[in-house]
């Protein structure tokens, strides 16, 4: 047994799409501090899981519990209240708005729409209105006072120099134009900034190359450093095994493996559904 606090339980968690079964009867649970894994094949519902949790849509069954709350039924806005953050397996950032205002948009549970950002205005409204929403930011009316702005200039800055330098020159750019691992940054930045308890990572390095994903490594074995509590879908399975303290194995919908990495890297049936592949 593990003696830290659980954050996150799962419980006979089912989802079908159109008569396919993306998720079926998927049970884990994730402790205060831990990194969990899902790991599995193409379509095997890892995806489908991370969007249940952080409400990019409901389960049809099974109960999905967060420090004592049930959200099966909660929609996204609430669950990013409620202190799940999440990033996208295509990466989603404002591209063109800089960096800054992208960690500056994280932080909506005290600032908002009331300066314009600069670059929101132009976005095709649905576009940008689809992201807030998948995000589940909550645009209230912004600082009031010099001090609120004061404060939330504060936090910015916090975040991206809690990345090292790797921001440091590039956060007047508009993001679209920054490398991978920067946006990636500021994706994980504009997640962080909210100080969620639970941070939800879909394939954090996907298209990106062996340097890059070596710097996506580093910020995620910092964050776990810091004692923050991941669940994160990743393919490249040496990441998996150096980050994670606990592995989930799906395939077809279901968990056929879990354990510490040095057990699921050995157990025969993840050999052959996806290791030996
Ligand atoms: P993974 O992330 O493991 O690659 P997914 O969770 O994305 O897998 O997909 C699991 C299954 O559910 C696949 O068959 C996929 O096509 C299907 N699926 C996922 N999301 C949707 C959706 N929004 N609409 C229809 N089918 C979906
Ligand atoms: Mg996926």
Same mark, same amino acid.
């Given at each position: $047994?593990?003696?830290?606090?659980?954050?996150?339980?799962?419980?006979?968690? =089912?989802?079908?799409? #159109?008569?396919?079964?993306?998720?079926?009867?998927?049970?884990?649970?994730?402790?205060?501090?831990?990194?969990?894994?899902?790991? $599995?094949?193409?379509?095997?519902?890892?995806?489908?899981?991370?969007?249940?949790? #952080? $409400?990019?849509?409901?389960?049809?069954?099974?109960?999905?519990?967060?420090?004592?709350?049930?959200?099966?039924?909660?929609?996204?806005?609430?669950?990013? =209240?409620?202190?799940?953050?999440?990033t996208f397996?295509n990466g989603r950032v404002f591209g063109s708005m800089t960096v800054d205002d992208n960690l500056e948009m994280g932080?909506?549970?005290?600032?908002?729409a009331?300066r314009p950002l600069r670059g929101l205005q132009d976005y095709p409204l649905?576009k940008w209105?689809n992201l807030i929403?998948?995000l589940?930011l909550?645009?209230?009316?912004?600082?009031?006072?010099?001090?609120?702005?004061?404060?939330?200039?504060?936090?910015v800055d916090?975040q991206a120099? #809690?990345f090292?330098?790797h921001l440091a020159d590039v956060r007047g750019r508009m993001t679209y134009s920054l490398s991978y691992a920067n946006k990636r940054r500021t994706e994980i930045g504009r997640?962080?900034i #909210?100080?969620?308890?639970?941070?939800?990572?879909?394939?954090?390095?996907?298209?990106?190359?062996?340097?890059e994903?070596?710097?996506?490594?580093?910020?995620?074995?910092?964050?776990?450093?810091? $004692?923050?509590?991941?669940?994160?879908?990743?393919?490249?399975?040496?990441?998996?095994?150096?980050?994670?303290?606990?592995?989930?194995?799906?395939?077809?919908?279901?968990?056929?493996?879990?354990?510490?990495?040095?057990?699921?890297?050995? =157990?025969?049936?993840?050999?052959?559904?996806?290791?030996?592949?």
């Open positions: $047994g593990d003696d830290r606090p659980v954050v996150l339980e799962v419980k006979n968690l =089912d989802k079908s799409f #159109s008569g396919v079964h993306a998720v079926s009867n998927t049970s884990f649970t994730i402790h205060k501090g831990e990194v969990v894994a899902i790991i $599995g094949p193409n379509g095997s519902g890892k995806s489908t899981t991370i969007n249940m949790i #952080s $409400g990019l849509f409901n389960p049809d069954s099974g109960q999905i519990v967060f420090e004592g709350k049930h959200l099966e039924h909660m929609k996204q806005r609430e669950i990013s =209240d409620a202190g799940i953050a999440r397996q932080l909506h549970k005290t600032m908002a009331g649905v209105a929403g998948e589940g909550n645009l209230v009316p912004g600082p009031k006072t010099r001090a609120e702005m004061q404060s939330v200039k504060e936090q916090a120099k #809690s090292g330098d997640a962080m #909210s100080e969620p308890h639970l941070l939800c990572l879909d394939e954090p390095t996907a298209g990106m190359n062996q340097t994903t070596a710097e996506v490594m580093e910020l995620l074995l910092k964050l776990k450093a810091e $004692g923050n509590t991941m669940l994160l879908v990743e393919h490249k399975m040496d990441f998996v095994m150096t980050l994670s303290d606990w592995i989930i194995v799906m395939d077809n919908g279901r968990i056929i493996s879990e354990g510490i990495p040095s057990v699921v890297r050995n =157990d025969p049936r993840v050999i052959n559904a996806y290791l030996g592949g």
